[in-house]
């Protein structure tokens, strides 16, 4: 089985993009979709215990959570010391039901991949990118959000020039559904072909 790592800038339309490789009959992991499950379970204590108050009836708050961050670096690096183990608990066991379904390709579906070095647990990695314009524009579409607002995640994200020059694939998706599904079906049979090159 192939893995590829799925990774973009906020607004950049990965979400979009795995699905299309879901509907192709790729398997995904989505990192983000686990820390919702998380912190709707496992983690929910564990994070209450590091940052009281940030938990209701159980789930995670996440304004609260944001508040109690409020951009002290070594709040963060407590909170993922105990979500991205987790999160890659979640990823093994995808893996593993992915290989014993005998799936071809496995999509990691991660924000964060190059900045955490995740680089390394895939066999190739994709960029989706699209124009600064149109990454802004579905940001104020996002019921009402802003790059403002959105700033501190921003700022922990390597630059989108920086990620597309580490790419093995690109996918542009500034254009239409169709021109984006086109690219990934590019990318699938580019991705069979390394597979049947092992």
Do not use: N, W
């Amino acid at each position: 089985m192939l893995v590829l790592g799925l990774t973009g800038s906020l607004a950049m339309g990965k979400s979009t993009v795995a699905a299309m490789f879901a509907e192709e009959g790729a398997a995904v992991f989505d990192a983000d979709r686990a820390v919702h499950r998380l912190y709707r379970g496992a983690a929910a204590p564990l994070v209450e215990a590091a940052f009281p108050g940030t938990t209701a009836d159980g789930v995670v708050d996440r304004a609260a959570l944001a508040a109690a961050l409020a951009d002290d670096k070594a709040a963060l690096a407590r909170l993922e010391a105990i979500v991205h183990p987790l999160v890659r608990e979640a990823e093994h066991r995808v893996r593993a039901e992915a290989t014993a379904a005998g799936r071809r390709l496995l999509v990691l579906d991660v924000p964060l991949l190059l900045e955490t070095g995740g680089e390394g647990r895939v066999d190739a990695v994709l960029v989706v990118t699209t124009t600064p314009a149109i990454q802004r524009q579905r940001m104020l579409e996002r019921q009402g959000t802003s790059a403002e607002r959105h700033a501190p995640l921003i700022a922990r994200q390597m630059a989108d020039a920086d990620k597309r020059a580490r790419a093995h694939f690109i996918i542009d998706t500034g254009g239409d559904f169709a021109a984006t599904r086109a690219q990934v079906k590019d990318v699938m049979r580019a991705v069979a072909a390394m597979a049947g090159a092992r």
